[in-house]
């Protein structure tokens, strides 16, 4: 209500001030016609006042000069009243009825796009919504039904590979705490999209191990019961990513799972900070890696970190670097381009940060590729054209020395 009124308000006196301003040029047009009237009967004083000689013949000449100059100047003012005047009080007009149109319109659009009911989200009430959207997620069942309803019908397999299915799950029936075979029918059920059959192996493996069971374990149970849900991780999959964090709290796929939650209930900022220890940890070739660096930019700005940048993926080790110093010169080369290519289909993929590209265009420049480095830092430009540091280090980049086949510097882990 209280928008309203102050938009109502600003309307209001918006056109007020305008029509004023119309009211008084009109008024003062008025004042002009009324001045010119009397300066007539001045003029004609006058010469009723030489008439009876009370002004001799040089004072009233410079009367008539005085109110005549005032005489012209209130005609010209007066020329708006005349017929060749109307055009600037139909122009006036017309701006009159164009700001009306202007305010009306924009009310209509606020209607139609706005949300003039909307409340106010201070921190408290989005902290509260957040709670209730976690508390009434669907139940594993509930899921896994919608899922099923959603999902498309799964390829039909090779009938081969059907029968021995068949022979494992009989297998498996025959001898249910066969850790071995639980394990393959977990993987097996999932790889052919049964997926509630998968986690349900899954927990019967976790059952036949008891107190052996790790961390692994349960976070594949979590993962397989996310993948039911058709990718939403219910009460059920997060207490398995939780006893998973509980046996390792260093689980990288547990880990990965409770962002996930917290980025599906609202709380993107809470999921930024578990990404963001992931990428910096790595592995770069971790399964998770591919789809934090996809979102992380986008929870980083509900963390209320707008200018992040997501952070180089892990060197190689010390103990990598000296097998590549002690290889052969042609070896060593070629392990190099492998590198190299690895770490350019990466960029291509995912994308990656200025210090990633730098990397990429010097070991394309070391390699002698001049031509693709500067295609590359080409495209590295486009990309980073509004950061001037980033831009900054891949013209550094372009500056190494080229043709010179050499192990490159390990890279800082974040």
């Known amino acids: 209500m209280l928008f309203w009124i102050v938009a109502t308000a600003l309307v209001g006196v918006t056109a007020l001030l305008f029509g004023l301003a119309m009211l008084r040029r009109r008024a003062g047009r008025g004042m002009a016609r009324q001045d010119l009237r009397v300066y007539r009967d001045q003029l004609s004083e006058v010469d009723r006042d030489v008439a009876r000689g ?42 009159f009825g164009a700001v009306l149109a202007v305010l009306a319109s924009s009310v209509v659009a606020y209607l139609s796009l706005g949300a ?14 957040a709670e209730d959207l976690y508390s009434s997620r669907p139940a594993q069942e509930e899921a896994e039904r919608r899922a099923a309803e959603a999902r498309r019908p799964a390829p039909a397999a090779d009938p081969g590979y059907l029968e021995l299915m068949e022979k494992l799950r009989a297998t498996v029936a025959e001898r249910p705490d066969d850790e071995t075979g639980l394990a393959l029918l977990a993987r097996n059920e999932m790889a052919l999209g049964n997926y509630h ?18 961390a692994e374990d349960y976070a594949r149970l979590g993962t397989n019961m996310t993948a039911a849900a058709g990718g939403l991780v219910t009460r059920e999959a997060e207490a398995a990513f939780a006893t998973a964090l509980d046996k390792d709290p260093k689980n990288g796929q547990a880990r990965y799972y409770m962002g996930l939650m917290l980025a599906q209930n609202g709380r993107g900022d809470r999921a930024f900070d578990l990404w963001d220890a992931l990428l910096r940890e790595g592995p770069a070739d971790a399964p998770w890696q591919v789809s934090i660096r996809q ?80 295609r590359i830092a080409d ?6 054209a509004a950061d001037p540091q980033a831009l900054h280090r891949i013209d550094a980049a372009l500056s190494t020395p080229a043709g010179t086949v050499t192990a490159p510097q390990q890279e800082a882990t974040p």
Do not use: C
Request: proline share 6%.
């Open 197 to 214: 059959a998968g986690w349900q192996a899954q927990q019967r493996l976790i059952a036949a191990k008891g107190a052996r069971a790790d």
């Open 295 to 374: 979102n992380i930019r986008a929870l980083a700005w509900l963390a209320g970190e707008e200018d992040y940048q997501p952070p180089s993926a892990p060197g190689p080790s010390q103990e990598d670097m000296a097998a590549v110093q002690a290889l052969p010169e042609a070896e060593r080369a070629q392990m190099i381009r492998g590198m190299v290519e690895g770490l350019g289909d990466r960029l291509a993929r995912e994308g990656g940060t200025a210090e990633d590209w730098a990397r990429l265009i010097a070991a394309l420049r070391v390699l002698g590729e001049t031509d693709r480095a500067a």
């Open 116 to 129: 003039p009911d909307y409340p106010d989200q201070p921190l408290a009430s989005r902290l509260a919504a």
């Open 379 to 384: 495209e590295a430009h486009q990309t980073f």
């Open 54 to 95: 009370l002004l001799s013949g040089d004072e009233a000449e410079r009367t008539r000069i005085e109110v005549s100059r005032r005489m012209l100047d209130a005609d010209r003012r007066a020329q708006a009243d005349a017929p060749g005047g109307a055009a600037p009080r139909g122009i006036g007009l017309a701006a």
